[in-house]
Protein backbone atom coordinates (compact mmCIF):
# COMPACT_ATOMS: atom_id res chain seq x y z
CA UNK A 1 0.00 0.00 0.00
CA UNK A 2 1.77 3.34 -0.79
CA UNK A 3 2.57 6.10 1.74
CA UNK A 4 0.18 8.95 1.67
CA UNK A 5 0.48 11.91 3.61
CA UNK A 6 -1.80 11.83 7.02
CA UNK A 7 -3.48 14.36 8.97
CA UNK A 8 -2.18 14.55 12.48
CA UNK A 9 -4.60 14.88 15.71
CA UNK A 10 -2.91 19.05 16.18
CA UNK A 11 -4.37 21.76 13.85
CA UNK A 12 -2.90 24.86 13.28
CA UNK A 13 -5.08 28.01 14.89
CA UNK A 14 -4.86 31.23 12.35
CA UNK A 15 -6.31 34.58 14.47
CA UNK A 16 -7.39 37.28 12.41
CA UNK A 17 -8.61 40.22 14.00
CA UNK A 18 -12.04 40.77 13.30
CA UNK A 19 -12.23 37.42 12.29
CA UNK A 20 -13.01 33.83 13.88
CA UNK A 21 -10.35 32.12 13.85
CA UNK A 22 -9.23 29.26 11.29
CA UNK A 23 -8.10 26.14 11.92
CA UNK A 24 -5.61 24.43 9.78
CA UNK A 25 -4.64 20.94 9.60
CA UNK A 26 -1.28 19.56 10.21
CA UNK A 27 -0.34 16.84 8.33
CA UNK A 28 2.45 15.00 7.94
CA UNK A 29 4.66 12.66 5.21
CA UNK A 30 7.08 9.38 5.83
CA UNK A 31 9.60 11.96 6.76
CA UNK A 32 10.42 15.38 6.97
CA UNK A 33 8.87 18.44 9.03
CA UNK A 34 5.30 18.59 9.42
CA UNK A 35 3.30 20.71 6.55
CA UNK A 36 0.23 23.20 7.68
CA UNK A 37 -2.58 22.60 5.24
CA UNK A 38 -3.58 25.90 3.70
CA UNK A 39 -6.45 24.84 1.29
CA UNK A 40 -8.98 26.05 2.86
CA UNK A 41 -8.11 29.53 3.19
CA UNK A 42 -8.91 30.01 -0.45
CA UNK A 43 -12.30 29.45 0.61
CA UNK A 44 -12.45 31.94 2.66
CA UNK A 45 -10.36 34.85 0.59
CA UNK A 46 -7.51 34.26 2.27
CA UNK A 47 -3.87 33.95 -0.17
CA UNK A 48 -0.67 33.26 1.37
CA UNK A 49 2.15 34.98 0.54
CA UNK A 50 5.59 33.22 -0.58
CA UNK A 51 7.49 34.83 -3.36
CA UNK A 52 9.97 31.68 -4.39
CA UNK A 53 7.90 29.47 -2.44
CA UNK A 54 10.09 29.15 0.27
CA UNK A 55 8.01 28.01 2.53
CA UNK A 56 5.80 26.24 0.02
CA UNK A 57 4.89 22.59 -0.40
CA UNK A 58 3.86 22.18 -3.90
CA UNK A 59 2.82 19.03 -3.82
CA UNK A 60 2.92 15.69 -2.18
CA UNK A 61 5.51 12.76 -3.64
CA UNK A 62 6.97 9.78 -2.78
CA UNK A 63 10.07 10.16 -5.24
CA UNK A 64 13.02 12.19 -4.12
CA UNK A 65 13.61 13.24 -0.25
CA UNK A 66 16.09 15.95 0.81
CA UNK A 67 17.14 16.48 4.72
CA UNK A 68 18.91 20.18 3.92
CA UNK A 69 19.87 20.71 7.90
CA UNK A 70 22.18 17.44 7.91
CA UNK A 71 22.68 17.50 4.03
CA UNK A 72 20.57 13.75 3.31
CA UNK A 73 19.51 13.31 -0.26
CA UNK A 74 17.40 10.29 -0.74
CA UNK A 75 16.13 8.60 -4.22
CA UNK A 76 12.73 5.94 -3.05
CA UNK A 77 14.62 6.23 0.04
CA UNK A 78 17.97 5.32 -0.52
CA UNK A 79 21.11 7.31 0.38
CA UNK A 80 22.46 9.12 -2.89
CA UNK A 81 26.34 7.99 -2.13
CA UNK A 82 25.46 4.46 -1.76
CA UNK A 83 23.39 4.46 -4.84
CA UNK A 84 26.15 6.36 -6.85
CA UNK A 85 28.58 3.85 -5.62
CA UNK A 86 26.34 0.93 -5.52
CA UNK A 87 24.43 0.94 -9.16
CA UNK A 88 23.98 2.39 -12.18
CA UNK A 89 22.54 5.11 -14.05
CA UNK A 90 19.63 2.95 -15.84
CA UNK A 91 19.30 1.16 -12.25
CA UNK A 92 18.41 4.90 -10.62
CA UNK A 93 16.22 5.14 -13.43
CA UNK A 94 14.50 2.23 -13.07
CA UNK A 95 14.16 3.41 -9.39
CA UNK A 96 13.09 6.78 -9.66
CA UNK A 97 10.26 5.68 -12.47
CA UNK A 98 8.99 2.70 -10.32
CA UNK A 99 9.67 3.35 -7.00
CA UNK A 100 12.05 -0.31 -6.73
CA UNK A 101 15.17 -1.02 -7.90
CA UNK A 102 15.43 -3.94 -10.44
CA UNK A 103 16.19 -7.24 -10.19
CA UNK A 104 18.73 -8.89 -12.82
CA UNK A 105 15.67 -9.90 -15.30
CA UNK A 106 13.96 -6.20 -14.79
CA UNK A 107 16.96 -4.53 -15.12
CA UNK A 108 17.77 -6.30 -18.50
CA UNK A 109 14.35 -5.92 -19.92
CA UNK A 110 14.68 -2.15 -18.92
CA UNK A 111 18.12 -1.92 -20.67
CA UNK A 112 16.82 -3.56 -23.49
CA UNK A 113 14.05 -0.79 -23.99
CA UNK A 114 16.40 1.75 -23.45
CA UNK A 115 18.93 0.74 -25.70
CA UNK A 116 16.46 -0.24 -28.74
CA UNK A 117 14.71 3.51 -28.54
CA UNK A 118 18.25 5.39 -28.74
CA UNK A 119 17.44 6.13 -32.76
CA UNK A 120 15.66 9.54 -33.10
CA UNK A 121 13.68 10.35 -36.08
CA UNK A 122 15.94 10.74 -39.00
CA UNK A 123 14.01 13.97 -40.09
CA UNK A 124 14.74 15.48 -36.31
CA UNK A 125 18.53 15.70 -37.89
CA UNK A 126 17.65 18.76 -40.02
CA UNK A 127 15.89 20.42 -37.54
CA UNK A 128 19.24 20.81 -36.15
CA UNK A 129 20.44 22.89 -39.66
CA UNK A 130 17.33 25.48 -38.05
CA UNK A 131 19.88 26.75 -35.65
CA UNK A 132 22.90 29.00 -35.84
CA UNK A 133 26.05 27.08 -35.82
CA UNK A 134 27.08 29.13 -33.08
CA UNK A 135 23.86 28.68 -30.64
CA UNK A 136 24.18 27.82 -27.18
CA UNK A 137 23.91 23.79 -27.13
CA UNK A 138 21.26 24.27 -24.51
CA UNK A 139 18.92 26.93 -26.76
CA UNK A 140 19.16 23.61 -29.43
CA UNK A 141 17.90 21.35 -26.58
CA UNK A 142 15.40 23.51 -25.81
CA UNK A 143 13.86 23.73 -29.34
CA UNK A 144 14.50 20.15 -30.01
CA UNK A 145 12.94 18.99 -26.88
CA UNK A 146 9.77 20.59 -27.63
CA UNK A 147 9.93 19.33 -31.40
CA UNK A 148 9.80 15.37 -30.24
CA UNK A 149 6.12 16.83 -29.87
CA UNK A 150 5.52 17.31 -32.92
CA UNK A 151 6.66 13.25 -33.27
CA UNK A 152 4.86 11.99 -30.39
CA UNK A 153 1.39 13.92 -30.20
CA UNK A 154 -1.63 12.41 -31.50
CA UNK A 155 -1.36 8.72 -30.38
CA UNK A 156 -0.33 10.11 -26.98
CA UNK A 157 -2.99 9.01 -24.04
CA UNK A 158 -1.11 10.64 -20.94
CA UNK A 159 -3.68 9.06 -18.80
CA UNK A 160 -2.30 5.32 -20.05
CA UNK A 161 0.08 4.35 -17.72
CA UNK A 162 1.47 2.16 -20.23
CA UNK A 163 1.64 5.29 -22.54
CA UNK A 164 3.58 6.86 -20.13
CA UNK A 165 6.21 4.25 -19.55
CA UNK A 166 6.60 4.32 -22.94
CA UNK A 167 7.17 8.23 -22.77
CA UNK A 168 9.65 7.95 -20.07
CA UNK A 169 11.58 5.10 -22.22
CA UNK A 170 11.77 7.30 -24.91
CA UNK A 171 13.19 10.34 -23.53
CA UNK A 172 15.43 8.59 -21.40
CA UNK A 173 17.16 6.69 -24.33
CA UNK A 174 17.20 9.91 -26.96
CA UNK A 175 18.58 12.40 -24.60
CA UNK A 176 21.75 11.61 -24.79
CA UNK A 177 21.65 10.89 -28.63
CA UNK A 178 19.96 14.82 -28.71
CA UNK A 179 22.72 16.21 -26.48
CA UNK A 180 25.42 14.54 -27.98
CA UNK A 181 23.96 15.75 -31.32
CA UNK A 182 23.90 19.32 -30.19
CA UNK A 183 27.27 18.92 -29.59
CA UNK A 184 27.91 17.26 -32.57
CA UNK A 185 26.74 20.06 -34.72
CA UNK A 186 28.34 22.98 -32.36
CA UNK A 187 31.41 21.95 -33.43
CA UNK A 188 30.25 21.12 -37.64
CA UNK A 189 31.43 17.22 -37.13
CA UNK A 190 29.10 14.13 -38.23
CA UNK A 191 26.14 13.37 -35.90
CA UNK A 192 27.81 9.82 -34.78
CA UNK A 193 24.98 7.23 -33.98
CA UNK A 194 24.39 5.15 -30.81
CA UNK A 195 25.76 1.74 -30.32
CA UNK A 196 23.52 -0.76 -28.79
CA UNK A 197 26.55 -2.61 -27.25
CA UNK A 198 27.65 -0.07 -25.18
CA UNK A 199 26.52 1.00 -21.79
CA UNK A 200 24.67 3.85 -20.99
CA UNK A 201 27.51 6.57 -20.23
CA UNK A 202 29.53 4.78 -22.74
CA UNK A 203 27.00 5.16 -25.85
CA UNK A 204 26.69 9.11 -24.79
CA UNK A 205 30.38 9.44 -24.87
CA UNK A 206 30.86 7.54 -28.34
CA UNK A 207 28.52 9.56 -29.83
CA UNK A 208 29.80 12.42 -28.11
CA UNK A 209 33.55 12.31 -29.36
CA UNK A 210 33.98 9.02 -32.03
CA UNK A 211 34.15 10.15 -35.33
CA UNK A 212 33.77 8.13 -38.91
CA UNK A 213 37.46 8.99 -39.22
CA UNK A 214 39.10 6.10 -36.01
CA UNK A 215 38.53 3.86 -33.36
CA UNK A 216 37.07 5.57 -30.56
CA UNK A 217 37.85 3.82 -26.89
CA UNK A 218 35.89 4.91 -23.91
CA UNK A 219 37.91 4.61 -21.02
CA UNK A 220 36.06 2.89 -18.47
CA UNK A 221 37.10 5.39 -15.78
CA UNK A 222 35.73 8.26 -16.97
CA UNK A 223 32.50 5.98 -18.50
CA UNK A 224 32.04 5.22 -14.38
CA UNK A 225 32.79 9.07 -13.44
CA UNK A 226 30.44 9.85 -16.40
CA UNK A 227 27.52 7.62 -15.07
CA UNK A 228 28.19 8.48 -11.45
CA UNK A 229 28.19 12.09 -12.44
CA UNK A 230 24.73 11.38 -14.19
CA UNK A 231 23.46 9.64 -11.60
CA UNK A 232 24.09 12.61 -8.74
CA UNK A 233 22.07 14.79 -10.95
CA UNK A 234 18.52 12.21 -11.89
CA UNK A 235 16.30 14.05 -9.40
CA UNK A 236 16.21 16.68 -6.64
CA UNK A 237 13.10 17.22 -4.91
CA UNK A 238 10.75 20.42 -6.93
CA UNK A 239 13.72 22.26 -7.44
CA UNK A 240 13.08 25.45 -10.22
CA UNK A 241 13.30 22.81 -13.44
CA UNK A 242 10.92 20.18 -11.91
CA UNK A 243 8.08 22.50 -10.70
CA UNK A 244 8.55 23.89 -14.53
CA UNK A 245 7.48 20.40 -15.76
CA UNK A 246 5.19 19.86 -13.26
CA UNK A 247 3.06 23.35 -13.88
CA UNK A 248 3.14 23.10 -17.56
CA UNK A 249 2.11 18.88 -17.05
CA UNK A 250 -0.57 19.93 -14.73
CA UNK A 251 -2.53 21.60 -17.75
CA UNK A 252 -2.53 18.22 -20.04
CA UNK A 253 0.08 19.57 -22.07
CA UNK A 254 2.30 17.10 -23.97
CA UNK A 255 5.50 15.29 -21.98
CA UNK A 256 8.04 16.24 -24.02
CA UNK A 257 6.94 20.03 -24.36
CA UNK A 258 6.86 19.72 -20.20
CA UNK A 259 10.54 18.39 -20.61
CA UNK A 260 11.33 21.52 -22.70
CA UNK A 261 10.09 23.72 -19.97
CA UNK A 262 12.23 21.71 -17.65
CA UNK A 263 15.02 22.70 -19.87
CA UNK A 264 14.63 26.30 -20.11
CA UNK A 265 14.27 26.52 -16.68
CA UNK A 266 17.13 24.37 -15.65
CA UNK A 267 19.19 26.42 -18.03
CA UNK A 268 19.59 29.80 -15.47
CA UNK A 269 22.92 30.71 -13.75
CA UNK A 270 20.71 30.05 -10.97
CA UNK A 271 19.77 26.53 -11.10
CA UNK A 272 21.39 23.70 -13.57
CA UNK A 273 23.46 26.66 -15.52
CA UNK A 274 25.84 27.01 -12.12
CA UNK A 275 28.06 24.27 -13.15
CA UNK A 276 29.35 26.43 -16.80
CA UNK A 277 29.44 29.59 -14.90
CA UNK A 278 31.20 28.09 -11.85
CA UNK A 279 33.83 26.88 -13.94
CA UNK A 280 34.14 30.33 -16.02
CA UNK A 281 34.09 32.03 -12.92
CA UNK A 282 37.09 29.53 -11.25
CA UNK A 283 38.61 30.20 -14.88
CA UNK A 284 38.35 33.87 -14.02
CA UNK A 285 39.76 33.69 -10.56
CA UNK A 286 42.79 31.98 -11.91
CA UNK A 287 45.48 31.87 -9.49
CA UNK A 288 44.72 31.38 -5.80
CA UNK A 289 45.97 34.64 -4.80
CA UNK A 290 42.69 36.12 -6.43
CA UNK A 291 40.37 34.49 -4.42
CA UNK A 292 40.02 36.96 -1.83
CA UNK A 293 38.99 39.45 -4.42
CA UNK A 294 36.05 37.58 -5.45
CA UNK A 295 35.10 36.53 -1.63
CA UNK A 296 35.01 40.04 -0.77
CA UNK A 297 32.54 40.75 -4.59
CA UNK A 298 30.44 37.67 -3.18
CA UNK A 299 30.57 39.39 0.08
CA UNK A 300 29.21 43.11 -1.39
CA UNK A 301 25.45 43.55 -1.61
CA UNK A 302 26.40 46.36 -4.24
CA UNK A 303 27.75 43.89 -6.42
CA UNK A 304 25.44 41.29 -8.38
CA UNK A 305 28.24 38.65 -8.52
CA UNK A 306 27.83 34.99 -6.09
CA UNK A 307 30.21 32.70 -5.79
CA UNK A 308 28.78 29.82 -8.77
CA UNK A 309 28.62 26.83 -6.99
CA UNK A 310 28.14 27.98 -3.68
CA UNK A 311 24.59 27.97 -1.61
CA UNK A 312 21.61 25.95 -1.80
CA UNK A 313 18.16 26.74 -1.09
CA UNK A 314 17.40 23.97 1.04
CA UNK A 315 20.87 22.49 2.18
CA UNK A 316 22.36 24.20 5.02
CA UNK A 317 25.56 21.78 5.05
CA UNK A 318 27.25 20.29 2.61
CA UNK A 319 25.62 19.11 -0.65
CA UNK A 320 26.15 15.54 -0.19
CA UNK A 321 26.46 15.08 -3.98
CA UNK A 322 28.98 17.56 -3.52
CA UNK A 323 31.14 15.01 -1.71
CA UNK A 324 30.86 12.30 -3.86
CA UNK A 325 31.66 15.01 -6.98
CA UNK A 326 34.78 15.96 -5.62
CA UNK A 327 36.23 12.19 -4.83
CA UNK A 328 35.21 11.69 -8.56
CA UNK A 329 37.00 14.65 -9.19
CA UNK A 330 40.19 13.60 -7.82
CA UNK A 331 39.81 9.96 -9.40
CA UNK A 332 39.61 11.22 -12.94
CA UNK A 333 42.20 13.30 -12.69
CA UNK A 334 44.30 10.27 -11.57
CA UNK A 335 43.54 8.29 -14.24
CA UNK A 336 44.00 11.21 -16.69
CA UNK A 337 47.78 11.95 -15.30
CA UNK A 338 46.30 15.75 -14.62
CA UNK A 339 48.50 16.53 -11.56
CA UNK A 340 48.49 20.34 -11.15
CA UNK A 341 45.66 21.12 -12.33
CA UNK A 342 45.34 24.76 -11.61
CA UNK A 343 41.49 25.14 -11.68
CA UNK A 344 41.28 22.25 -8.87
CA UNK A 345 44.05 23.96 -6.75
CA UNK A 346 41.73 27.66 -6.61
CA UNK A 347 37.99 25.50 -6.31
CA UNK A 348 39.80 23.48 -2.99
CA UNK A 349 41.23 26.88 -1.62
CA UNK A 350 38.07 28.98 -2.54
CA UNK A 351 36.37 26.24 -0.86
CA UNK A 352 38.74 26.20 2.00
CA UNK A 353 38.70 30.04 2.17
CA UNK A 354 34.58 30.63 1.92
CA UNK A 355 33.98 27.10 4.60
CA UNK A 356 35.98 29.57 7.56
CA UNK A 357 34.39 33.03 6.54
CA UNK A 358 32.20 34.71 8.72
CA UNK A 359 29.58 35.43 5.84
CA UNK A 360 29.27 31.77 4.93
CA UNK A 361 29.06 30.32 7.61
CA UNK A 362 26.57 32.40 8.91
CA UNK A 363 24.12 31.91 5.92
CA UNK A 364 24.67 28.40 5.59
CA UNK A 365 26.68 28.56 2.08
CA UNK A 366 28.26 25.24 1.06
CA UNK A 367 29.69 23.82 -1.91
CA UNK A 368 26.31 22.28 -3.89
CA UNK A 369 26.57 19.74 -6.82
CA UNK A 370 27.69 22.38 -9.35
CA UNK A 371 30.87 23.41 -7.28
CA UNK A 372 33.57 19.91 -8.78
CA UNK A 373 31.10 18.60 -12.02
CA UNK A 374 32.57 21.55 -14.23
CA UNK A 375 36.24 20.23 -13.12
CA UNK A 376 35.27 16.91 -13.76
CA UNK A 377 33.43 17.74 -17.44
CA UNK A 378 36.49 19.96 -18.19
CA UNK A 379 39.38 17.37 -17.58
CA UNK A 380 36.93 14.13 -19.66
CA UNK A 381 36.57 17.15 -22.51
CA UNK A 382 33.34 18.37 -22.25
CA UNK A 383 33.29 21.69 -23.66
CA UNK A 384 32.05 24.26 -21.08
CA UNK A 385 28.75 25.12 -22.73
CA UNK A 386 27.89 21.43 -22.59
CA UNK A 387 27.80 21.15 -18.97
CA UNK A 388 24.02 22.25 -18.64
CA UNK A 389 22.86 19.99 -21.48
CA UNK A 390 24.63 16.96 -19.35
CA UNK A 391 23.00 18.57 -15.99
CA UNK A 392 19.59 18.28 -18.32
CA UNK A 393 20.47 14.55 -19.79
CA UNK A 394 20.66 13.09 -15.95
CA UNK A 395 17.98 15.25 -14.53
CA UNK A 396 15.32 14.23 -17.62
CA UNK A 397 14.38 11.03 -15.80
CA UNK A 398 13.36 13.20 -12.56
CA UNK A 399 11.51 15.02 -14.78
CA UNK A 400 9.49 12.82 -16.16
CA UNK A 401 9.03 10.31 -12.98
CA UNK A 402 7.43 13.25 -11.28
CA UNK A 403 5.34 14.21 -14.60
CA UNK A 404 4.42 10.56 -14.53
CA UNK A 405 3.91 10.38 -10.43
CA UNK A 406 1.65 14.01 -10.77
CA UNK A 407 -0.59 12.26 -13.58
CA UNK A 408 -1.24 9.31 -11.02
CA UNK A 409 -1.80 11.58 -8.05
CA UNK A 410 -5.87 12.05 -6.71
CA UNK A 411 -4.75 15.49 -5.50
CA UNK A 412 -3.27 16.78 -8.82
CA UNK A 413 -5.06 19.53 -10.57
CA UNK A 414 -3.77 22.69 -12.75
CA UNK A 415 -1.36 25.08 -11.21
CA UNK A 416 -2.81 28.31 -10.49
CA UNK A 417 -0.92 30.74 -8.22
CA UNK A 418 -2.55 33.79 -7.02
CA UNK A 419 -0.93 37.01 -6.25
CA UNK A 420 -1.03 40.14 -4.18
CA UNK A 421 -1.74 43.18 -6.71
CA UNK A 422 0.03 46.47 -6.38
CA UNK A 423 -0.93 47.89 -9.63
CA UNK A 424 -3.48 51.13 -10.34
CA UNK A 425 -6.53 51.18 -8.94
CA UNK A 426 -9.96 51.15 -10.87
CA UNK A 427 -9.91 53.72 -13.37
CA UNK A 428 -11.60 54.68 -16.64
CA UNK A 429 -10.62 55.09 -20.04
CA UNK A 430 -9.98 58.68 -21.87
CA UNK A 431 -10.62 59.61 -25.01
CA UNK A 432 -7.42 60.17 -26.52
CA UNK A 433 -7.34 63.75 -26.97
CA UNK A 434 -8.07 63.87 -23.26
CA UNK A 435 -5.29 61.83 -22.53
C1 LIG B 1 21.07 23.82 -8.31
O1 LIG B 1 16.73 23.57 -5.98
C2 LIG B 1 17.56 22.63 -6.26
O2 LIG B 1 17.50 21.54 -5.73
C3 LIG B 1 18.59 22.96 -7.32
C4 LIG B 1 19.63 21.89 -7.60
C5 LIG B 1 19.03 20.67 -8.25
O3 LIG B 1 19.67 19.60 -8.17
O4 LIG B 1 17.97 20.80 -8.93
O5 LIG B 1 20.28 21.53 -6.40
C6 LIG B 1 20.69 22.40 -8.58
O6 LIG B 1 20.49 24.69 -8.88
C7 LIG B 1 22.12 24.11 -7.27
C8 LIG B 1 22.34 25.64 -7.03
C9 LIG B 1 23.18 26.19 -8.19
N1 LIG B 1 23.24 27.66 -8.12
C10 LIG B 1 24.36 28.30 -7.80
O7 LIG B 1 25.39 27.73 -7.40
C11 LIG B 1 24.28 29.81 -7.96
C12 LIG B 1 24.87 30.49 -6.72
N2 LIG B 1 23.96 30.22 -5.59
C13 LIG B 1 23.00 31.26 -5.29
O8 LIG B 1 22.54 32.02 -6.34
C14 LIG B 1 21.96 30.82 -4.27
O9 LIG B 1 22.64 30.22 -3.24
C15 LIG B 1 20.83 29.92 -4.70
C16 LIG B 1 20.13 30.45 -5.89
C17 LIG B 1 21.34 28.55 -4.99
C18 LIG B 1 19.86 29.85 -3.53
O10 LIG B 1 19.28 31.08 -3.41
P1 LIG B 1 18.22 31.40 -2.21
O11 LIG B 1 17.80 30.16 -1.52
O12 LIG B 1 17.17 32.28 -2.77
O13 LIG B 1 19.12 32.10 -1.18
P2 LIG B 1 19.33 33.65 -1.11
O14 LIG B 1 19.63 34.16 -2.47
O15 LIG B 1 18.20 34.23 -0.36
O16 LIG B 1 20.68 33.76 -0.23
C19 LIG B 1 20.62 33.83 1.16
C20 LIG B 1 21.81 34.73 1.52
C21 LIG B 1 21.77 36.08 0.81
O17 LIG B 1 22.48 37.00 1.62
P3 LIG B 1 21.62 37.97 2.65
O18 LIG B 1 20.57 38.66 1.77
O19 LIG B 1 21.01 37.03 3.67
O20 LIG B 1 22.65 38.91 3.19
O21 LIG B 1 23.03 34.10 1.10
C22 LIG B 1 23.65 34.90 0.11
C23 LIG B 1 22.61 35.84 -0.43
O22 LIG B 1 23.19 37.04 -0.90
N3 LIG B 1 24.14 33.99 -0.92
C24 LIG B 1 25.31 34.08 -1.54
C25 LIG B 1 25.38 32.97 -2.39
N4 LIG B 1 24.26 32.25 -2.26
C26 LIG B 1 23.49 32.88 -1.37
N5 LIG B 1 26.31 34.99 -1.45
C27 LIG B 1 27.39 34.78 -2.24
N6 LIG B 1 27.54 33.72 -3.09
C28 LIG B 1 26.55 32.80 -3.17
N7 LIG B 1 26.70 31.76 -3.99
Redesign the pocket.
Known amino acids: MENKAQQSEQFATLNIPGKDPIELPIIEGTMGPEVIDIRALGKQGYFTYDP ?1 F ?1 STASCSSRITF ?1 DGAKGVLLYRGYPIDQLATKTDYLQVCYLLLKGELPNKAEYKNFEYQVKHHTLIHEQITSLFKAFRRDSHPMAVMCGIAGALSAFYHDNLDIYDPEHREKTAIRLISKIPTLAAMSYKYSIGHPFVYPRNELSYAANFLHMMFSTPCEEYKVNPVIERAMDRIFIL ?1 AD ?2 Q ?4 SSVRLAGSSGANPYACIAAGIAS ?1 WG ?4 G ?1 NE ?2 LRMLEQIGTIDRIPEFIAR ?2 D ?1 NDPF ?10 KAY ?1 P ?1 AVVMRDTCHEVLAELNIQDHPILDVATELEHIALSDE ?2 IQ ?1 N ?1 YP ?4 YSGIILNAIGIPTNMFTVIFALA ?1 TIGWISHWNEMQEMPESRIGRPRQIYIGKPLRQVKAMHHR
Open positions: GVIHHENASTLPAHGAACAKKRLSGFGHRVYDRYFRLNVDFR
